[in-house]
């Protein structure tokens, strides 16, 4: 069965730092996600991405998070000059249509990232 | 706008016993309707998903959820509780432009 797959599954930085958390979404799919779910806390979108361009963020996707397909199979979320809240699950998931009926966004198993 | 509202943050049942989590949503689309489960420390599992084909849908493990357009709700049901059934779930929507989580349930079983 078609997966999506993330790496690393554990990344810990240091405070300022810049990571780069990398998907891979299935091969046919056209939408893609992000989401953050903080230790405890309920699973929140970040931001929405489709034909190469930013289609919807959330408040949570200021100037120090970005997105990028660099190539046909990756899907990239960089953190910049990262903070201790920073930490938490992410996770990528990708869709095939953009919604609506008989559509499902697939995710990936997450990585957790531990800013120290 | 959308939205989902999970209608209670803790659910505690009796191993043996039916469960019950509710989920209410609102859309200005046709919403696609989920349920996904998370173990500790996993990541997310799909446990069922609503299309138009059906509005009682089964899914994996024996739990099943009812679409119900008139109450705006779809609530996942099993008739009797494992305590491997321990764990987050969250109630989800889909439409033309996001995936909404709702705040999840965290499900207990008592032994």
């Known amino acids: 069965e078609p997966e999506v797959t993330q790496t690393p599954s554990h990344q810990v930085t240091q405070m300022g730092q810049e990571v780069i958390l990398r998907c891979v979404p299935i091969s046919n799919h056209l939408y893609f996600y992000w989401y953050r779910q903080i230790l405890g806390q309920k699973v929140e979108f970040l931001v929405s991405?489709?034909?190469?361009?930013?289609?919807?963020k959330s408040e949570i996707f200021d100037d120090q998070f970005s997105v990028e397909r660099p190539d046909g199979s990756n899907f990239t979320l960089k953190i910049r000059s990262t903070k201790l809240e920073d930490s938490a699950m992410y996770f990528c998931?990708?869709?095939?249509?953009?919604?609506?009926?008989?559509?499902?966004?697939?995710f990936g198993q997450g990585t957790r990232l531990t800013v120290v | 706008a959308q939205s989902v509202t999970q209608l209670d943050s803790h659910v505690s049942v009796s191993e043996g016993t039916p469960v019950l989590l509710r989920c209410n949503y609102s859309?200005?689309?046709?919403?696609?309707l989920f349920w996904y489960v998370q173990h500790p420390n996993k990541g997310l599992q799909l446990l069922l998903k609503?299309?138009?084909?059906?509005?009682l849908v089964k899914g994996i493990n024996g739990f099943e959820a009812e679409f119900k357009k008139s109450e705006t709700s779809f609530h996942l049901t099993k008739p009797s509780a494992h305590m491997s059934d321990a764990a987050e779930y969250f109630c989800v929507v889909s439409d033309p432009y996001k995936i909404i989580f709702g705040k999840g349930t965290r499900l207990h079983i008592l032994p």
């Open positions: 991405f489709y034909n190469n361009e930013i289609s919807e």
């Open positions: 859309s200005s689309y046709s919403p696609s």
């Open positions: 609503y299309t138009s084909a059906a509005t």
């Open positions: 998931a990708s869709n095939q249509d953009r919604g609506g009926s008989d559509t499902e966004a697939f």
